[in-house]
């Protein structure tokens, strides 16, 4: 059997210290997982059920690759965030075997067109023109869990052109990783090659051409993104 259209490529992330990659299946996003960024955003950060979005798996960017600022924008900006690789399916996981089912993590960037999420956040309609656009979604190389533990205390920071924007520590999610598989699992039956972006904390802001973002994990090591 063949296929009338050429089939899409499998889209992959590296993973550190190997040559082998990790195929991207879905991306999944948090929305608003630090109580300072739902601040910043106008929100209140109370400890409600968390909700998501996705990404289209194309959105994939590595570290060190351009991405162009987007058309139907004035207001890209940056979110730095924890990434979390699944490495085998799970469907309505208790919490304390969530992390069972993590394959590793990574330092990714949710860049998102502000203007368009606002938009339409304020008309009640969906965010996929400000948040699944191409390119959205950088990523670093995926470091396993069998070499880095699980990413539970570590600082979070994004620079941009050298100056840092966002500092904060991965221990203020609001939901933490095994919160969010658990809650993520009773909605989807989650599968080995998932990712989820876990939010990002307090300092986002715009970025132009000419940009370098850099984006940092205590322990995972950088991103970097320049916008052209």
């Not at 880095?148 to 205390?153: A, L, P, Q, T, Y």
């Not at 570590?154 to 933490?176: E, P």
């Not at 998932?194 to 850099?214: A, F, N, R, S």
Request: proline fraction near 6%; include cysteine.
């Amino acid at each position: 059997m063949g296929y009338v259209i050429d089939a899409p490529k499998v889209i992959s992330v590296a993973v550190n210290n190997s040559e082998d990659r990790f195929p991207v299946r879905r991306v999944f996003c948090v929305g608003r997982n630090y109580a300072a960024h739902a601040r910043e955003m106008g929100a209140n950060p109370e400890r409600e059920l968390p909700f998501y979005f996705m990404k289209p798996t194309d959105a994939i960017v590595g570290t060190g690759v351009d991405v162009p600022y987007p058309p139907q924008t004035s207001n890209l900006h940056y979110e730095a965030e924890l990434v979390v690789a699944i490495g085998k399916s799970c469907l309505d996981v208790p919490i304390e075997d969530a992390l069972n089912y993590v394959y590793g993590y990574a330092v990714g960037n949710d860049l998102t067109r502000r203007d368009l999420q606002l938009e339409a956040r304020e008309k009640s309609r969906p965010w996929d023109t400000g948040k699944g656009f191409d390119h959205s979604a950088p990523c670093g190389p995926i470091h396993r869990v069998d070499q880095v533990g699980h990413i539970k205390n570590a600082r979070i920071w994004l620079s941009v052109n050298g100056q840092i924007k966002q500092d904060s520590n991965v221990n203020d999610l609001i939901w933490s990783v095994g919160e969010v598989i658990a809650n993520l699992s009773s909605l989807f039956t989650l599968q080995a090659g998932d990712l989820i972006y876990t939010g990002t904390p307090e300092g986002v802001g715009p970025v132009v051409k000419g940009d370098m973002i850099i984006a940092g994990i205590d322990g995972l090591g950088k991103l970097e993104t320049k916008i052209v």
